[in-house]
Nanobody, 121 residues
Framework: QVQLVESGGGLVQPGGSLRLSCAAS????????MAWYRQAPGKQRELVAV???????NYSDSVKGRFTISRDNAKNTVYLQMNSLKPEDTAVYYC???????????????WGQGTQVTVSS
């Protein structure tokens, strides 16, 4: 099984910063994409940022220029540096990864349990 453990959420004032981390562990042969999603109350889960194994990144328009996704392949860990936070960034943030357990396995999606980010004065 593959487990994703997130950390770094919390309460921050508008304009502040937070850094989220997500470590993947368990039966992992390789990881392709790693991503962060978020879900605000009453809204659908949306993609925030994604980074593939080669290092290419993509961001939603709402966070472009403020958030930075990065990864440490040796640690199977993905990070999300969030700067200039706004109240509309308030949501539960979920880590997602596409991984396979064995060379012959198909790629599967795995999710973390979520971490709350609240931006409020």
């Amino acid at each position: 099984q593959v487990q994703l453990v997130e950390s770094g959420g919390g309460l921050v004032q508008p304009g502040g910063s937070l850094r989220l981390s997500c470590a993947a562990s368990g039966s992992i042969f390789s990881i392709n994409a790693m991503a962060w999603y978020r879900q605000a109350p009453g809204k659908q889960r949306e993609l925030v940022a994604v980074i593939i194994s080669g290092g290419s990144t993509n961001y939603s328009d709402s966070v472009k220029g403020r958030f930075t996704i990065s990864r440490d392949n040796a640690k199977n860990t993905v990070y999300l540096q969030m700067n200039s936070l706004k109240p509309e960034d308030t949501a539960v943030y979920y880590c997602n990864t596409e991984a396979r357990k064995f060379p012959w396995s198909s790629w599967r999606d795995y999710w973390g349990q979520g971490t709350q980010v609240t931006v409020s004065s």
